[in-house]
């Protein structure tokens, strides 16, 4: 249940923000946000609609809230267009939270599409009201408006690939501290559901694939990899004996307990390819990763292992894995993906937060930023990157803490050694953990997972 932070404006014990005309700047925005928060739980959502075009988007003291028209005027006056901005982004939020909680996403949509009637501001002969235009037309061509859409972009009558992550773009936007509350309430809150959701739709999926009873109910493929989803799934899920992903990172990181972390870092790029199939790329990535690994923190070289090196140095990893500059893919993920190794790079990632789950975010914020720079090139271009974004997403879904995949061979022979020209022979069971509350739901497509 998402918690309800919107009751009140959240304390804020910072001096007030006087700019050098005199102007309190925080006792105008709090104005705002209160009067805001005030009608969201008295109005309905249409005469809150309406009560913000009025100010932000029309900004008519004929119709708008005195009060408000007053505190935006001030704002304006203030001359400072980036508290100015971030009044608006956090006055959507406000909006946005409160109607999540109370699930109206149609509010949500309508709010997000106000923007969109806002032409390209003319020169007035009001300076006042030639600034806010002009702002407000930046605030919609900024990255602010790129992250409120977001929130209504699965909505869409023609859908971009990138909305199918759109649960890893709003990473970023509640991991950024300086973001207000509302907004990484909120972005956390639709993430998580979106994750959560698309966890269901694959494990029901893959029940009702497999189900002779249920063939001619199976529900919509929630990946873009086709029928050939379940190969995928079969080759995530294989074991390799006992060693098992999780069960390697528990050995791995029980050794490291004794080792100096230079001698973690020697180990770490063993453990990272053991047991991915292709010695070639084995070789090569290990020889990629030591030279790397090799001066990185050297001060700490004597030291034995702790929580916070152990998240330095995974979060370090996963830069070398997707992008070093937080912009452009890097040069062995770039590497990875003209040999195909779609798979291969998801398990690194995967075996990577298995021994450092704090960096889970690191990690999908890397992705978002790899989904921001191919957002621009149409799908027919960047197959091959969307190949490995769904594969990760289907990685991080069967491992998740509430579900339970299990590969079997259903003739009972050698069934711990696995083959990818026998995929046929084995059959995937999804199984959600007992405290999951959509355990339920699955039940109703297989009663029991031995049928």
């Avoid at 491992?399 to 026998?422: T, W």
Wanted: with cysteine; net charge negative; aromatic share 12%.
């Amino acid at each position: 249940m998402v918690r309800d932070v919107l009751s009140k404006s959240p304390p804020n014990n910072s001096p007030s923000k006087l700019n050098k005309l005199g102007v309190d700047i925080q006792e105008a925005q709090e104005s705002i946000y209160q009067f805001l928060l005030d009608i969201v739980k008295e109005k309905s959502p249409a005469a809150v609609l309406q009560e913000f075009r009025y100010s932000f988007i029309d900004y008519n003291a004929a119709t708008g809230n005195p009060e408000i028209i007053k505190a935006i005027s001030e704002l304006i006056f203030a001359n400072n267009e980036k508290e100015f901005r971030d009044t608006i982004k956090r006055a959507c939020y406000i909006l946005i939270n409160n109607w999540y909680v109370s699930r109206n996403h149609a509010s949500i949509q309508e709010l997000v599409e106000l923007f969109v009637e806002v032409r390209s501001p003319q020169r007035t002969l009001s300076p006042t009201l030639t600034r806010q235009r002009t702002w407000l037309w930046n605030f919609i061509n900024g990255s602010e408006y790129n992250e409120l859409k977001l929130f209504v972009s699965r909505y869409a009558e023609k859908e971009h690939w990138s909305n199918r992550y759109q649960s890893y773009l709003l990473v970023p936007q509640y991991t950024n501290l300086n973001n207000p509350v509302e907004q990484r309430e909120a972005a956390r809150a639709l993430s998580l559901k979106l994750k959560e959701q698309f966890k269901l739709e694959l494990a029901m999926y893959t029940a009702r694939l497999q189900s002779a009873i249920h063939k001619e109910r199976i529900s919509n493929n929630p990946t873009a990899l086709g029928d050939n989803v379940l190969n995928f799934i079969k080759k995530i899920v294989a074991k390799n004996g006992i060693f098992n992903y999780e069960h390697l990172a528990h050995l791995f990181m029980e050794q490291s307990k004794t080792i100096n972390y230079r001698h973690f870092k020697y180990c770490l790029p063993k453990y990272l390819v053991f047991s991915l199939a292709n010695n070639t790329i084995c070789n090569t990535l290990e020889d990629k990763l030591t030279e790397k690994l090799v001066d990185l923190y050297v001060d700490y070289h004597e030291e034995p292992l702790d929580d916070a090196l152990l998240l330095r140095t995974c979060n370090r990893l996963i830069d070398y894995f997707t992008t070093e500059d937080r912009n452009k893919p890097s040069e062995i993920f770039i590497w990875l993906m003209s040999q195909g190794h779609h798979i291969p790079l998801a398990i690194l990632l995967l075996k990577i937060i298995l021994i450092c789950p704090n960096a889970r975010n690191h990690l999908e914020t890397s992705v978002a930023k790899l989904i921001e720079y191919y957002v621009n090139y149409p799908e027919e271009d960047c197959k091959w990157v969307i190949m490995f974004f769904e594969v990760f997403k289907i990685a991080f879904a069967i491992y998740a803490d509430d579900v339970q995949y299990n590969l079997i061979k259903m003739d009972g022979d050698n069934p711990d050694k696995f083959s990818d020209l026998d995929l046929d022979a084995y059959r995937v069971f999804s199984q959600l953990r007992p405290t999951d509350s959509a355990k339920s739901e699955l039940e109703k497509v297989l009663p029991t997972h031995g049928n």
